[in-house]
């Protein structure tokens, strides 16, 4: 039955199926379509051999929970500041731990995302996880493969 009781023609029907038909494919090609923009981002710094040095200091509970332990990689450091990275949990994502306090036992940031994922502690240069192939802007610097840091502030203050 159609609108008002009436019965529905065999056009009328197939022409509501072809437009479900239609929105399903829509809708298919579009999650196909992000999925492969998201998975062919790489991240070489985690796909990369594990070494010592890689091992993760000592995190909350919490913050470990939301990491693939096994994933993390050693970046780097912007000074005294060391930064890890590694892959969510969950799959879904990338994580970045960085301890903008190395002198203070579990002073360890960690921020995690599906696409870009950036920390910046409170008064400290901003630590962002890039793919491959990203270009550090004017005043920022590549430290490795996927991590850029600004040394500017939140208050656009450079940290000497």
Not at 75 to 86: E, K, Q, W
Not at 125 to 154: C, K
């Amino acid at each position: 039955m159609g609108d008002g009781g009436r019965r529905m023609s065999v056009r009328e029907r197939m022409r509501g199926s072809f437009r479900i038909a239609v929105a399903l494919a829509v809708a298919t090609a579009s999650a196909l379509a992000l999925t492969a923009c998201l998975s062919g981002q790489a991240y070489s710094d985690l796909d990369r051999p594990k070494t010592d040095a890689d091992a993760l200091p000592s995190l909350s509970k919490h913050a470990a929970m939301m990491l693939d332990l096994d994933s993390a990689r050693y970046l780097g450091a912007y000074r005294t500041m060391p930064v890890f990275a590694a892959r969510s949990s969950d799959g879904t994502g990338y994580c970045l731990i960085v301890n903008p306090t190395p002198d203070v036992e579990g002073g360890w940031l960690v921020g995690c995302g599906g696409g870009a994922v950036a920390v910046e502690p409170s008064r400290g240069p901003t630590f962002r996880l890039v793919p491959d192939g990203a270009e550090a802007a004017d005043g920022e610097q590549l430290i490795s493969a996927n991590l850029i840091v600004d040394p500017r502030t939140s208050e656009g203050i450079a940290i000497p």
